[in-house]
């Protein structure tokens, strides 16, 4: 049977299928493990900067996880985490803040099952390893890597060690997106085409500031910085590429079964020139042409264009616009040969395009999303829906811890795992390459190593997780 037709019976079995009939999740632990499901999950964190705490508040509120430590050097970050603690009535965790390398310590303590990682991009591969070394499971915040080797070594030290890490993308929970996966797989979209996905969020604010306040509020960055301006700048000065793609990536994945039954191939990517961040500094009422931060060569193009080939021929378009003035928009399409759908806003209901010509009478008008989003809302939201209230970026964050501590207890294998954070990462690396050839196509790894033909969706699959 070739690949178009699996993928329509796939289609058609789903629409068939009630949540939770269709896959049983592997194991998680195959590696041995004395973790019991009938006790608390005990965490540490590497890294509690204004991420990090997020997920401290989140798993502060649950009764069925004890947070054991947090390693940071910043004693600030380690303060207000601890309030957090505090204020939601748990002991205090133990600190770890002897320097950049003292998480060490934390991945000795035998009173942890597994870590939440969320430091700087450049510590995610060093940090990540040597937690499965530890035998720690590992929630990893995300971001594209460093170097294509370093997507390898994730993968060889997991089937090494066969401690599993949870790739953190929270996007693929977006409730609007996740009524859409839950059409893709009834089967209202036909059989998918072309996606579109990206990171496009004005981040000026983010990567410059004044060295105390987090954002907005300066000019400064590196050294002189604050929060993610301290490090995240630097990448806009060195590199060029695709820098942060699993935003846009994964949804899309998950709605083509990448990794699972289909997978990247190839591909190009272009870069715009860059003069935002310039413009920015040299505007700010705290820059002007004659601050320090108004002379350095921002590399980074404001606009980094990626199109993506897959095995079952669809193709995939991501963006990359953080260096201009615009409102937040991650741009998604999927496209199929019987629906349309594009998203503009931050993911309500309303924010978005519809079109299924048969449906509409061949009217060739779009239809707002809003009453196709309450009517295919996916089962995971319905339930979790007052629950999920008042986390971090809409409710996301919710799902995607509540994933990484529900898992763990039930030993059931994470929806995005290290096959997923390989791929997705490697999309920076194999861009920056892509564009230095002046937009010359580059091959894809197959991070599975050919399991992908066989391995089934999990995402999204139950109410659940």
């Not at 060739?364 to 295919?376: A, I, L, V």
């Not at 995971?380 to 994933?403: C, L, Q, R, Y």
């Amino acid at each position: 049977m070739n690949d178009s037709n699996s993928r329509r019976n796939f289609l058609k079995t789903a629409a068939l299928a009630s949540f939770g009939a269709l896959v049983l999740p592997n194991s998680l632990f195959a590696y041995s493990n004395d973790f019991k499901t009938d006790k608390k999950v005990r965490v540490g964190f590497i890294g509690v900067g204004l991420r990090g705490q997020e997920h401290v508040k989140l798993l502060a509120k649950r009764n069925d996880v004890e947070i054991v430590a947090f390693a940071d050097p910043e004693k600030r970050m380690l303060a207000a985490s601890q309030k957090i603690l505090k204020d939601n009535n748990k002991p205090a965790a133990q600190e770890f803040s002897n320097g950049e390398y003292d998480y060490r310590n934390l991945l000795k303590l035998k009173t942890i099952d597994a870590v939440v990682i969320a430091t700087p991009w450049e510590w995610h591969l060093t940090q990540g390893v040597e937690a499965m070394r530890a035998k720690k499971i590992v929630g990893m915040e995300v971001s594209g890597a460093i170097k294509l080797q370093d997507c390898w070594e994730f993968v060889k030290v997991y089937e090494e060690t066969k401690v599993p890490i949870f790739m953190m993308e929270n996007v693929c929970y977006r409730r609007d997106i996740m009524a859409i996966l839950n059409m893709v797989r009834k089967g209202m979209f036909g059989e998918l085409v072309h996606g579109r996905g990206g990171y496009q969020h004005d981040l000026r604010g983010v990567l410059f500031n004044d060295g105390v306040t987090p954002y907005n509020s300066g000019a400064e960055f590196g050294e002189k910085g604050f929060s993610e301006a301290k490090w995240r700048t630097e990448h806009y000065v060195k590199r060029n590429g695709e820098l942060y793609p699993t935003h846009g990536l994964g949804p899309v994945a998950m709605m083509m079964d990448i990794n699972r039954g289909n997978r990247l191939t190839r591909l190009s990517s272009f870069s715009s020139k860059s003069v935002g961040l310039h413009k920015y500094i040299v505007e700010h009422p705290k820059g002007g042409e004659n601050h320090p931060s108004a002379k350095v060569k921002f590399n980074q193009g404001d606009i980094v264009t990626t199109q993506i080939a897959c095995a079952n021929g669809e193709t995939i378009l991501l963006t990359h616009d953080t260096s201009l003035q615009r409102p937040y928009d991650l741009g998604f399409r999927v496209q199929g040969t019987e629906g349309l759908w594009q998203d503009f806003g931050w993911g309500d209901f309303n924010q978005g395009h519809i079109y299924f010509e048969k449906t509409m009478n061949h009217t060739h008008r779009w239809d707002n999303t809003e009453k196709w989003m309450k009517e295919y809302d996916h089962p995971i939201w319905k339930k979790f829906e007052a629950t999920a209230a008042g986390a971090g970026h809409g409710g996301m964050d919710f799902f995607v811890m509540n994933t990484f501590i529900e898992c763990i207890k039930r030993n059931i294998e994470f929806p995005m795992d290290v096959y997923d954070l390989a791929l997705w990462y490697s999309i920076t690396p194999l861009s920056e390459e892509s564009i230095a050839k002046g937009g010359q196509v580059v091959d894809i790894p197959d991070f599975t190593n050919g399991k992908w033909k066989t391995r089934k969706p999990v995402f999204g699959m139950t109410d659940e997780f």
